[in-house]
């Protein structure tokens, strides 16, 4: 569901210690995106703190359409954080825990700026109401930003350096992504947002307002049975490369192993994609990650 709580990003509030930066985007994730919290357990112990960081702030991203009343404000946060990156804006960085975290984090494992300010930009489509045009721009949504989030986290892990696996990053981060999605359906259509490609919905005989209204009956059904399946093609690509992907990137990886019980839930009899809540009890989620962890 969307967060409302908000970060102090004045620029006259006290600086932040790093110590307390890395434990506030720490308490972040493990609130707000759990799955990643338990697979961050994973990695070396010197690196979840930078995990931690580079999560917290795909999460600061993530919420600006709950911080905001209409697009222009959110456009204002997202080009701070844009400044800050570029090196326009660390004057007021200190007093932000999540930034002087993320920045700290760039700098240690010299981590490329371009996928960051990717993965602003592409939230941008968030903060309107447009429909998602077509399948190929949700896949490049999901790849600027989830693809990208997994990539930066097997550069952590393998201590600033390129340890390959770019392709697997990909259609991991695709599979997470459409699976989330998916799964934030009702909270979606409730606030006007349509995240389904208008290619598949036009083809099943939806259109945007259907969603939007609650309805749209058996072709949203439809729609999100096609999705499904093409999650599960960008897992059976992944599965594909495995090989690619060296052992020390395994924990990016690990919260994948969601998707397909994620998926199944959403096949159970009397799903509805208006108010089903697709979860996971919490021991099945740290009992997924630990066995995907082993292999």
């Known amino acids: 569901m969307p967060d409302t709580t908000q970060t102090d ?14 434990a506030h985007c720490a308490a972040l994730v493990r609130e707000h995106d759990h799955d990643r919290y338990i697979a961050t357990l994973y990695a070396p112990e010197s690196q979840r703190p930078s995990l931690f960081a580079l999560y917290a702030f795909s ?70 109401d447009d429909p998602m045009p077509s399948l190929r721009d949700l896949e490049g949504y999901a790849g600027e930003t989830s693809s990208a989030l997994i990539r930066l986290a097997t550069l952590i892990l393998a201590n600033g350096g390129d340890s390959g696996g770019a392709a697997a990053c990909g259609h991991a981060g695709v599979a997470y992504a459409l699976c989330g999605l998916m799964r934030a359906f009702p909270w979606h259509a409730a606030a006007g947002q349509v995240y389904l490609p208008g290619d598949l919905l036009g083809r099943n005989g939806v259109i945007r307002d259907d969603i939007v ?37 395994a924990p990016a990886f690990l919260p994948v192993a969601l998707v397909e019980p994620y998926l199944r839930r959403m096949e159970r009899p009397g799903y509805d994609p208006y108010r089903t809540i697709i979860t996971l009890p919490s021991w099945q989620r740290q009992w997924t990650i630990w066995r995907a962890a082993r292999r």
Do not use: C, N
């Not at 946060?77 to 993320?102: F, I, N, T, Y």
């Open 213 to 249: 209204r609650g309805r749209g009956g058996p072709g949203v059904l439809y729609t999100l049975k096609e999705l499904r399946e093409i999650a599960r093609d960008h897992l059976r690509r992944l599965r594909e490369l495995r090989d690619s992907v060296p052992s020390s990137a």
């Open 9 to 22: 990003h004045r620029p006259d509030a006290a600086p932040t210690a790093l110590p307390e930066a890395y």
């Open 59 to 128: 999460h600061e991203i993530a919420r600006v359409r709950a911080l905001v009343s209409e697009p222009l404000p959110g456009e204002v946060r997202m080009q701070w954080w844009r400044d800050l990156l570029e090196g326009q804006a660390r004057g007021d960085a200190q007093s932000h825990p999540v930034a002087a975290a993320l920045l700290d984090t760039v700098a240690r494992y010299r981590l490329p700026i371009a996928p960051l300010t990717g993965l602003i930009e592409a939230r941008i489509f968030d903060l309107y």
